[in-house]
């Protein structure tokens, strides 16, 4: 890397006077660095660059400003930068002040370095703090996410992701589950949001991690949310059911087209079924699903489905559906004391089971890829 005297030097081309060709090739270097591991690593103890570049950021020179971004982008993939890019370079301020502007070119990347910082939940906490301290809050950020064209120059899609990674703090799925607000009956349509799988897969993101709180799910059930078709829908299909089964279903769900087509995304499926799943945990959300008639949507899904890890999830929800009510006293499955030994085994089990899956998918893909090879011929089309 860089000796201590050639990094004062490229730490001097980096400002906002500097010639344009001089700070346009210092920032095409300093890009550079951000994509390799060694690159990140030395940037790491130098937070006077990634300082400059923030500077850099409010260029003339929309190539610069760019490449700048382009670097944090890169900078917050890396996990081991977070706290030197929001304590150090104190990034946060700057990068929420341009989201809000609704003519920033750049809003886009700037929702993907958000994005990044706020998935694990050390750093995450400091988005949040900073969302709070600069008073724009979570109400704004939702307001911008479900306000169709708020950026002319950018769809902010990321701001999904963004969202489903605050709501692994406590605080950020009171705010989206406060009954006065309204705030989560405004997400749901994006459970189906055809345009963007980063949106909508941001969105059951969210609301799976929302039904962690389980003193919330008679509500989110209820009609004045009601959550259920939203889950459903982007995984039911066209398969035609008996008048029996359609007439005990949500109405949205009843008597489907036979071009209905099922959500194309298997990590959002996924999703989808680990929400329902956790709706489940409390006898009162057991007792819904079952009286909705959510076992026949769900067995010609499991039929449907072929991935291994999805089919697993779908499974454990078809037992909860069809198995008995539990004894009672062990009636809310999340409060339910487990044993460290029996806790032990079902860690192993669970390991041994995402290694049966893991096989199961690359002999999947073996076999997909034998299939697509050409078999040879003999050129005058004669066995030899």
């Not at 704004?140 to 169709?148: G, H, N």
């Not at 799910?217 to 009609?223: G, I, P, R």
């Not at 008995?324 to 009636?331: I, N, S």
Request: hydrophobic content about 35%; some cysteine; charged content about 30%.
């Amino acid at each position: 890397m860089l000796s201590d005297q050639e990094a004062k030097e490229l730490l001097s081309f980096l400002t906002l006077e500097m010639r344009p060709d001089v700070k346009g090739q210092a920032t095409v270097y300093i890009l550079g660095l951000t994509g390799t591991k060694d690159g990140c690593r030395y940037l790491r103890g130098k937070p006077d660059f990634l300082r400059a570049l923030l500077t850099l950021t409010k260029d003339h020179s929309i190539a610069i400003v760019k490449d700048c971004y382009h670097a944090f982008v890169n900078l917050s993939a890396d996990e081991t930068l977070h706290q030197v890019l929001v304590k150090e370079a104190n990034i946060l301020p700057s990068l929420f002040a341009n989201l809000l502007d609704p003519d920033y070119d750049f809003a886009d990347r700037i929702c993907t370095i958000l994005s990044n910082l706020s998935r694990h939940e050390k750093t995450c906490k400091e988005v949040f703090r900073v969302l709070q301290e600069q008073e724009i809050g979570l109400a704004k950020i939702v307001e911008i996410f479900c306000t169709e064209g708020y950026n002319k120059k950018a769809p902010l899609h990321y701001l999904g992701p963004l969202l489903s990674n605050l709501t692994q703090l406590p605080e950020a799925r009171h705010f989206i589950l406060d009954k006065e607000r309204c705030v989560v009956q405004r997400l749901l349509p994006y459970t189906q949001y055809d345009q963007s799988t980063v949106r909508r897969g941001g969105v059951v993101g969210t609301l799976r991690n929302c039904c962690f709180d389980y003193s919330y799910h008679e509500w989110l059930l209820s009609d004045a949310v009601d959550i259920l078709p939203f889950l459903l829908l982007p995984i039911a299909g066209p398969e035609e059911l008996t008048e029996e089964e359609n007439e005990g279903l949500p109405v949205d769900l009843q008597y489907l087209p036979e071009d209905k087509e099922r959500e194309e995304d298997p990590d959002i499926r996924k999703m989808l079924v680990e929400t329902l799943l956790l709706l489940t945990a409390t006898k009162a959300g057991r007792l819904i699903l079952k009286n909705k008639n959510v076992y026949p949507i769900m067995r010609e899904f499991h039929r449907w489905e072929k991935e291994p890890h999805v089919e697993a999830a779908c499974e454990k929800l078809v037992q909860v559906l069809i198995g008995d009510e539990p004894e009672p006293g062990m009636e809310n499955l999340m409060e339910v004391d487990i044993p460290e030994d029996v806790e032990v085994k079902l860690k192993e089990m669970e390991a041994k089971e995402q290694e049966q899956l893991e096989r199961e998918v690359e002999e999947l893909l073996k076999s997909e890829s034998e299939k697509k090879e050409p078999k040879s011929t003999p050129e005058d089309g004669l066995s030899r």
